[in-house]
């Protein structure tokens, strides 16, 4: 950076009131988000607790001079991510809480001591390092760019743009693939054709059952009617009047219902037609009905 | 307040996210956990240009949001497609990379 432009720019060490209270305020509640989500036993809950902080995020970024990345943030991550997020819980289901066994033991302990002793290393160093470094603020720059959108856009545009470029290849690049791995084969359904042509290969009787008494051969009340399913050598066609003997085993004897799979081959009932070749070899009362 | 209270902060919340990948055992929330991180760095970057006076801090940090983003989508996918196969979204019954 041009020593001049340094010189001319005011250094910030100390940051105006109003920021400092807003700071105040907000890196709290961005902390206590954080800790929050990591505690949290609900994953929702812990979902919630990040927008909060991402949002405490974004105000940071517009306490910094940067309203750009301040609004993407709260559009990007709290809306689009953190939205996508929720999603993906609910698909995967609430509820299904994790087990408090530890697979590694002292794992949490060792994570956690690991964690402080990390969050030491990173914060008091710096924060020393950095405590009497003037800051230069970024106000002017934006200033000079004709506003902050602008002077990023120049950037973005100009400096940046083979990453610019590689960066939009990439979220095209993670868009197909969240397609192909969103994606999953679709069971082989038949269609209805399909399910009628193999119906009527198979040689099983396309028409309606007959309903009751109707290869009644007697009127009697001591008889048992013929049931829907069983008039067995009585398939497909139309059915023929009782009287004309072939009405074949019924009322009196349904024990001959019981074959009624053979009843077709072996005594080929007279008005049957020709399509009986129903496979039935289903017993008694239940089989009947592909019988018919 | 000196601006280097960010990344105080900045550092607060990536230990934090860090701690939260390694004790959590449900993938979503490692996930969130890797994403506060990403935010972390993020803040990270837009103080020191701020500190520094110029934008290449914010624009890396842009960058880094759409990195994020795309990250996000296919992280979700992957853990969607573990989730179907396994009936489980912990990153412990993940440890065969098959089936």
């Not at chain 2, 979204?89 to 089936?99: F, G, I, P, R, T």
């Amino acid at each position: 950076m041009d020593p001049h432009l340094l010189a001319a720019a005011a250094p910030i060490t100390s940051t105006s009131g109003g920021e400092a209270l807003t700071f105040w305020i907000i890196a709290p509640i961005a902390v206590l988000g954080a800790l929050g989500m990591v505690v949290a036993k609900n994953a929702v809950h812990g979902a919630l607790l990040l927008v909060a902080n991402l949002f405490c995020v974004a105000v940071c970024y517009l306490l910094n001079d940067a309203p750009f990345l301040g609004f993407v943030q709260i559009v990007v991550y709290t809306g689009a991510i953190m939205v996508l997020f929720l999603f993906v819980l609910m698909l995967i289901g609430v509820d299904s809480t994790e087990s408090l066994v530890e697979t590694l033991r002292g794992q949490r302990l060792a994570a956690t001591v690991l964690g402080l002793g990390f969050a030491g290393l990173l914060v008091f160093p710096l924060g020393k390092v950095i405590k009497g470094q003037p800051a230069t603020g970024v106000a002017d720059v934006n200033k000079a760019g004709g506003g902050n959108i602008h002077a990023i856009a120049r950037l973005l545009f100009t400096e940046y743009v083979f990453a610019f470029e590689a960066v939009s290849a990439l979220l095209v690049i993670a868009a197909v693939g969240a397609m192909i791995l969103g994606h999953r084969e679709r069971a082989e359904k038949p269609s209805q054709k399909e399910t009628l042509r193999r119906r009527v290969a198979s040689g099983a009787v396309l028409t309606p059952m007959p309903g009751p008494g109707v290869y009644a051969s007697v009127d009697s009340a001591d008889q048992r009617p013929v049931l829907p399913g069983e008039t067995s050598g009585l398939v497909g066609g139309t059915p023929t009047l009782p009287g004309g003997g072939d009405a074949g085993p019924r009322g009196g004897e349904p024990d001959a219902d019981g074959e009624g799979g053979t009843g077709p081959s072996s005594a080929p009932g007279g008005g049957t037609g020709p399509s009986a070749v129903a496979e039935d070899t289903a017993p008694v009362g239940a089989g009947k009905g592909s019988g018919l | 307040m000196n601006p280097a209270n960010y990344l105080v902060l900045s550092g607060l919340l990536f230990a934090i996210g860090s701690v939260g990948v390694l004790v959590r055992r449900n993938a979503i929330v490692v996930f969130m956990c890797v994403e506060l991180m990403l935010n972390a760095v993020n803040l990270t970057l837009v103080t020191f240009s701020r500190i520094q006076g110029n934008l290449e801090g914010q624009v890396i940090a842009f960058f880094v949001m759409v990195v994020a983003a795309a990250e996000v989508v296919i992280g979700l996918a992957i853990i969607l497609t573990i989730f179907r196969t396994r009936k489980s979204a912990s990153v412990d019954d993940v440890n065969l990379l098959k089936y």
